[in-house]
Nanobody
Framework: VQLVESGGDLVQAGGSLRLSCVAS????????IGWFRQAPGKERSGISL????????WYADSVKHRFTISSDNTKNTVYLQMNSLEPEDTAVYFC?????????????????????WGQGTQVTVSS
């Protein structure tokens, strides 16, 4: 399983970006794909996930109503649309995958649920 993120960039506060996570070697529809981020000096934290098989999604409170996760099964790609970006969103963003459904509804997504990881893409939000 190979996951490759793209779409990170430098953007001004209030702007938008769309990150992509392309899955190779497996059908993304059979996998739960999560997005995590790690800011300098901070631990990696989960911000969203999707299981395309049943459409289940989850968002951390910090990004709810600003970020939207979606999938395009024809392209084996999961997207993270990020709107109303804030300097606090500056981080390296990673996508991660695990086979099957993860019907997560908690507050803090554990990265140990995911055995497969991309290399990350940098998002920088300037004030």
């Amino acid at each position: 399983v190979q996951l490759v993120e793209s779409g990170g960039d430098l953007v001004q506060a209030g702007g938008s970006l769309r990150l992509s996570c392309v899955a190779s070697g497996v059908p993304a529809i059979d996998y739960t794909i999560g997005w995590f981020r790690q800011a300098p000096g901070k631990e990696r934290s989960g911000i969203s996930l999707i299981y395309a098989g049943d459409g289940h999604t989850w968002y951390a409170d910090s990004v709810k109503h600003r970020f939207t996760i979606s999938s395009d099964n024809t392209k084996n790609t999961v997207y993270l649309q990020m709107n109303s970006l804030e300097p606090e969103d500056t981080a390296v963003y990673f996508c991660a995958g695990r086979e099957g459904s993860l019907s997560y509804e908690g507050d803090s997504l554990w990265d140990g649920f995911f055995p497969y990881w991309g290399q990350g893409t940098q998002v920088t939000v300037s004030s």
